[in-house]
């Protein structure tokens, strides 16, 4: 019922920036969270960066400082700016949806994927 759709990726050299996009459609009236996660080569999705609608944001140790997650209610987007960029951060960034009731920083807390947009980060 919700349909997320990223954007944003490409190729940037080390200390760069990217900024993701996230468009959500769809029964969007029952989201409370959205988040970002990423997955590189042979690792396990990892948490990111997530913002509820009341405001409250969340982000990784990893990122903490550099990346900020941000959110256009009239659009229904969220977006990520990647600031700093270092190769570790190479990987498919994945936005998500979640409907409530669980911890913003699980992956297993949200309900509805996107399909992932490659960020890869040159040294």
């Known amino acids: 019922q919700v349909q997320l759709v990223e954007s944003g990726g490409g190729l940037v050299q080390a200390g760069g920036s990217l900024r993701l996009s996230c468009a959500a459609s769809g029964r969007t009236f029952s989201n409370s969270a959205m988040g970002w996660f990423r997955q590189a080569p042979g690792k396990e999705r990892e948490f990111v960066a997530a913002?509820?609608?009341?405001?409250?944001?969340y982000y990784a140790e990893s990122v903490k400082g550099r990346f900020t997650i941000s959110k256009d209610g009239a659009k229904n987007t969220v977006y990520l700016q990647m600031n700093s960029l270092k190769p570790e951060d190479t990987a498919v960034y994945y936005c998500?949806?979640?409907?409530?009731?669980?911890?913003?920083?699980?992956?297993?807390?949200?309900?509805?994927w996107g399909q992932g947009t490659q960020v890869t980060v040159s040294s």
């Open positions: 913002i509820r609608w009341s405001g409250m944001s």
């Open positions: 998500a949806s979640q409907r409530g009731g669980a911890s913003a920083y699980l992956a297993s807390g949200y309900d509805y």
